[in-house]
């Protein structure tokens, strides 16, 4: 093997090691986020074999006669932290972008050291990047998938922080096509108004549409929520009214009555279980799951629709 091959295959191996200790802080930080146990676990044993795979390309850089950088693994942890920072401030669909494009880069890395090691005759990195690309591969499908989930409409398998999901809110409303009237806004707002002082503050303080939906939707006055829906949509304004409805949903405050399964309060877990695996609506789901989340709390109900928005994202993707 020439001192050129050598170099090269270090240097990518070097690289590859900052992308996976960047890679294992991610996963940590996206524990937290974990929508159910079962995600929360998987992301753990991520993390685990993050480390495992950073041991590894520690022991072939050893093995082709060299040392891995010390800051390697303090970089990634940086590099991580001021992810996690930044994204706080973006869309959710953002920050899993940031995460999808940082598994592309190891797992394109990782292919080409696979030809850099096979044209150097070794093997046992050949076998290494193997266990890479398999192992990226596998995440990129399943951040695609969240992606998916997201994009449908939720359940993700991730969380969004707070500040994520006010600033997806004010995005998708700042973007919504305003075709009613300024007789028929302010009639919206003196309604939302009727709702505790401690609103009325806020709306006083809010300048437009979006500003007073995602107070109102931040001081969790459901009442409000569902009179600006029925005002709004008395007044014509359709979009508006179902993008309110919209975020009724994915809070939990819709009323049992509104839910897409019948008699949903009078069912047990199994009975629950087995209506959310016929629902085919990404919309129902997210309904379904974000009851659970505000009332019930049954785990097992949220796991299977989960799993069943999992199914039709990967479908809708081409993953299936």
Partial sequence: MSTLDTSTLLAQLRALLTLTNTEIQVAETRI???????????????ADKGRARAEAIEAAIRDLGSVPEVVGPFLGRAVAAIKAMAEQAQPFDEALLGDLALEHQLLDRSRYIKALATAAGQREIV?????????????????????????????????????????GTAVKLFNLPVTWSARGLDRALDTVRTTPPALGELLARGAHAGDVAVKTLSASRDAALESAEQVTRHEGAAAAADALHSIRATTGVLEPGELPVGDYDELNVSQAVAAVKDLTEPADIRAIVAYEEAHKKRHGVVSAAQTRLAAIAQEVTGLS
Avoid: C, F, M, Y
Wanted: glycine share 4%; aromatic share 2%; net charge negative.
């Fill in 32 to 46: 937290a986020q974990a929508r159910t146990e079962a995600v929360r676990k998987e992301l753990s044993e991520n």
């Fill in 127 to 167: 076998t290494l990047a193997d266990r890479l690309i398999t192992a990226h591969s596998a995440t990129v499908e399943w951040l695609t998938t969240v992606l998916a989930e997201d994009a449908l409409g939720g359940p993700a398998a991730l969380r969004r922080t707070v500040l994520q999901a006010a600033t």
